[in-house]
């Protein structure tokens, strides 16, 4: 089995879908590993460590042509399909709610396409789950940025010169970038408050030692895979209220709250970030996907009324060394999960729930 890793062309994308350590794992297994040269540069992984662990350097189209499966982290360019065997299998992140044109053309060419965001939020998946190991790492950077944006300390501080106060931080969404962004803001000192939709995150917030906001909406609740659901307008109106006022004494607030396949709900509004105080910082984690924060703009940081919005992509790209890691990890236990004993090769058994969840074409067909 021929299993392939390119370079990634997605402007700014500094992670790499495979790590040596990776490598090394899928050659036991008795795979041919091809790699481009240069795979792990902005990672700082030189070729050499590549050539050790048993990959071997091939082109880039040779690559592409030859791989059974190929594995990215973003997804693949009309170009690149093109160039890829009818019959290989594609992982990555695919972004298929809003990527109908690519998931069309990865069908056509007989591609059988895995979404990682697809991948179920099950306890034997949590090894694969690449959302998660990113959202992670993407909830500690978030914290980082604005700690270095802020003119201020984060910890309280009692010296002979005075007393500082902690600085205060809003996290609005304590899924599993929210909760980082508590623990890391909490383990640099902060007083930490959060909010989320779902009541059931209550416990977790507080266990991380912050302090949940109450806000009474009516009937929340989610999915049965975990995820929020949608409010209605007069919900999120209501929401809006009662967070200008913890906005108004935040330091930091960060977002991140998402609706999973729809567009990010807008929490944070202009007349909410006229009431804060000049020099407080927000960082945007949901920008991606159309952003919490009215005004913020992708990839770029603003300041609105003396308050600056980072509303910068690719958080875990900022910690691309562990983020690849973690990557690759994910990618490399996806690969041993539904490797075959008997026949000594992956599998893609369309029977199991867990490729039903996450393979989007497979056969010429779209399947979601
Ligand atoms: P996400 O990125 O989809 O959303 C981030 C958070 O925003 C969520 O906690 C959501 O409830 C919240 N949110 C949505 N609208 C909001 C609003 N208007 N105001 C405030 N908060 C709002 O979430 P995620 O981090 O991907 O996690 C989704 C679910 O998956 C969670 O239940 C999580 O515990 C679960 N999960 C399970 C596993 C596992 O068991 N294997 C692994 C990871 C995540």
Redesign the pocket.
Known sequence: MIIGIVKETFPGESRCALVPAGIARLVKKGCVLLIEAGLGSSTHIPDSEYLKAGAQISPRHDILATADILLHVRKPSIDEIKQMKASAIHISFLDPFNEKDLVSAMAERGISAVSLEMIP???I??KM?A??SQ?NLAGYVAVILAAQRIKKILPMMMTPSGTISPARVFV????????QAIATAKRLGARVDA????P??KE?VQSLGAKFVEIDLGETG?TK????K??TPE??AQ?RDAMAKVCAHSDIVI??????GKK??V?ITRDMIAGMKPGSVIVDM?IESGG?VEGAKFNEEIIINGVRIIGLGNLPGHACVNASEMFSANLVNFIEHFWSKEQNTFVLNTDDELIKGCLITHQGKVLK
């Not at 609005?172 to 909760?179: M, Q, S, T």
């Not at 909010?195 to 779902?198: E, L």
């Not at 895979?225 to 929020?228: H, S």
């Not at 977002?255 to 999973?260: D, G, L, N, S, V």
């Open positions: 939020r099950t306890t998946a949590q789950d959302l998660s959202a609005i969404g304590a899924g599993v970038a929210g909760l909010f989320d939709t779902r059931v995150v977790q989610q895979n975990g995820y929020a949608a409010l919900q999120l929401q977002t991140t709250a998402q609706i999973f990010a709900p929490i949901a919490n």
